[in-house]
């Protein structure tokens, strides 16, 4: 299919951030040109287009990538709230997970991708519990999603992670697979050193949740003498390196860990504020170097899947923890959750607009009060804008949401029935397992 966007402000994501006037073509997934000079527009009026939108000077720019997530938690919003970390997980989520079925994650899903839609998400970083539901729901939804694996003491074992890797690997256009585990303190040392062994053999990088809380780092010390990110060096973890989630209490030894070994630290705001985890030193991790990317964690601990408030959470709190209004700026959170977010998840055809590139884009509503008045369009991004500036997002040249429109194969009322049907179940279950 051929679409031609005319009329458009352009933000490439290519250095340095400019914005331009001009088109963007589409053939097919790809991106075919991206510019204004004066003899290539004349030759658009010699090709059949498909489709030619007019843009009307909003912006066109690269989707969002959600670095972390758990789709399949959708279920759990609003449910599991008001609880410090230990408690919310073992007294609220791990007995409702319990009683999923992949059907239940499959639909669970489906409704965070809508939502990821809204928001400007063209990909994200899936760890949960059942892989082929995920992929399932993004290939129908037409979703790009990479699957982490999810391995602990008590899910998944290391042989059938290895399985999904060879199973997902450069297989599919939109569904990608990386290794994984959920933490230090759920996977036991034999475990850890079989991922390093799997790591190893496929040069891959690992993934993992990491430092999110002062107990998980003061418990692992008193266990191994390490940091939990310096356990895992040593046992051999990163030596292709990887990311870890949430990275809120990380020591200057593991940050200097983090850039010798090409590890990236994915940070969720919004969830280690609702959970009373901490507040990341955004300031300090760009002073030493490291590569950040941004992620909205699962619903049941955010419970918004919304980068829009993931961006201002992260440069507001960086600019207040560090006590200097001018740390942490926009193009600094901008390149987080776009740039860095397809670097850490190796979608490297989906970081810029660019010749060649995959059509992952989404047009960006400026005539709308809260972008009002465009003294500078990339500062309105990050501190004013919200869901309701997105206009279309489009993944691989399908326009997947449009004017609060759905394109996804499947009625939006209907993926809700299914997934309060699942939530009806859910505590019907628990509640009977009480009595």
Same mark, same amino acid.
């Given at each position: 299919m051929r679409i031609r966007f005319y009329h458009a402000r352009i933000l490439t994501m290519e250095e340095p951030l400019t914005i331009i006037?001009?088109?963007?073509?589409?053939?097919?997934?790809?991106?075919?040109?991206?510019?204004?000079?004066?003899?290539?527009?004349?030759?658009?009026?010699?090709?059949?287009?498909?489709?030619?939108?007019?843009?009307?000077?909003?912006? #066109?720019?690269?989707? /969002?990538? &959600?670095?972390?997530?758990? %789709?399949?938690?959708? +279920?759990?919003?609003?449910?599991?709230?008001?609880?410090? #970390?230990? @408690?919310?997980?073992? @007294?609220?989520? +791990?007995?409702?997970?319990?009683?999923?079925?992949?059907?239940?994650?499959y639909q669970c899903a489906r409704l965070a991708i809508l939502e990821y839609l809204t928001s400007g998400i063209t990909a994200a970083a899936d760890m949960y519990l059942a892989p082929d539901a995920m992929a399932k729901a993004a290939k129908e939804t037409g979703f790009k999603t990479v699957l982490i694996g999810a391995v602990n003491d008590f899910t998944h074992s290391v042989n059938q992670m290895e399985e999904w890797y060879q199973n997902y690997r450069d297989s599919e256009e939109l569904v990608q697979f990386?290794?994984? /585990?959920?933490?230090?303190?759920?996977?036991?040392?034999?475990?850890?050193?079989?991922?390093?062994?799997?790591?190893?053999?496929?040069?891959?990088?690992?993934?993992?949740? &990491? =430092?999110?809380? @002062?107990?998980?780092?003061?418990?692992?010390? =008193?266990?191994?003498?390490?940091?939990?990110?310096?356990?895992?060096?040593?046992?051999?973890?990163?030596?292709?390196?990887?990311?870890?989630?949430?990275?809120?209490?990380?020591?200057?030894e593991d940050r200097r860990l983090c850039k010798e070994k090409n590890i990236a630290v994915i940070v969720n705001a919004a969830s280690n504020l609702k959970l009373a985890s901490g507040i990341i030193p955004v300031r300090t991790f760009l002073k030493d170097g490291l590569t950040l990317a941004i992620g909205t964690d699962g619903a049941a601990s955010n419970n918004?899947?919304?980068?829009?408030?993931?961006?201002? $959470?992260?440069?507001?709190?960086?600019?207040?923890?560090?006590?200097?209004?001018?740390?942490?700026?926009?193009?600094?959170?901008?390149?987080?959750?776009?740039?860095n977010g397809a670097k850490v #998840?190796? $979608?490297?055809?989906?970081?810029?607009? =660019?010749?060649?590139?995959? =059509?992952?884009?989404?047009?960006?509503?400026?005539?709308?009060? &809260?972008?009002?008045? $465009?003294?500078?369009?990339?500062?309105?991004?990050?501190?004013?804008? %919200?869901?309701?500036?997105?206009?279309?997002?489009?993944i691989r040249g399908k326009i997947l949401y449009e004017d609060g429109k759905f394109f996804v194969g499947e009625e939006p009322e209907k993926i809700y029935n299914m997934v309060n049907?699942?939530?009806?179940?859910?505590?019907r279950d628990l509640e009977e397992k009480t009595e």
């Open positions: 006037e001009g088109e963007i073509w589409i053939k097919d997934e790809k991106i075919v040109y991206v510019g204004s000079l004066e003899e290539d527009l004349k030759l658009s009026e010699m090709i059949e287009w498909d489709r030619e939108i007019d843009v009307c000077g909003n912006l #066109l720019m690269p989707g /969002f990538k &959600n670095a972390h997530t758990h %789709s399949g938690m959708t +279920f759990l919003r609003s449910f599991a709230d008001d609880f410090p #970390l230990k @408690e919310w997980l073992e @007294e609220k989520v +791990f007995p409702a997970e319990a009683l999923l079925g992949e059907e239940d994650i990386q290794l994984g /585990f959920h933490a230090e303190y759920t996977t036991s040392e034999e475990i850890l050193k079989e991922i390093a062994i799997l790591a190893e053999e496929y040069h891959a990088p690992v993934f993992t949740h &990491n =430092a999110e809380t @002062e107990n998980e780092v003061e418990t692992c010390v =008193a266990k191994t003498g390490y940091t939990p990110l310096a356990y895992l060096v040593k046992l051999g973890l990163f030596k292709h390196g990887g990311g870890i989630y949430h990275g809120v209490y990380l020591s200057e918004c899947l919304d980068m829009f408030r993931e961006m201002f $959470l992260v440069s507001g709190l960086g600019k207040a923890v560090s006590k200097d209004a001018a740390a942490v700026g926009a193009k600094d959170v901008l390149r987080m959750a776009t740039v #998840l190796r $979608l490297f055809d989906s970081d810029v607009l =660019a010749a060649g590139k995959d =059509a992952d884009l989404i047009m960006f509503d400026l005539h709308q009060p &809260n972008m009002q008045p $465009l003294n500078d369009i990339i500062k309105n991004i990050v501190y004013s804008g %919200s869901k309701q500036n997105v206009k279309m997002t489009m049907q699942v939530v009806t179940r859910i505590k």
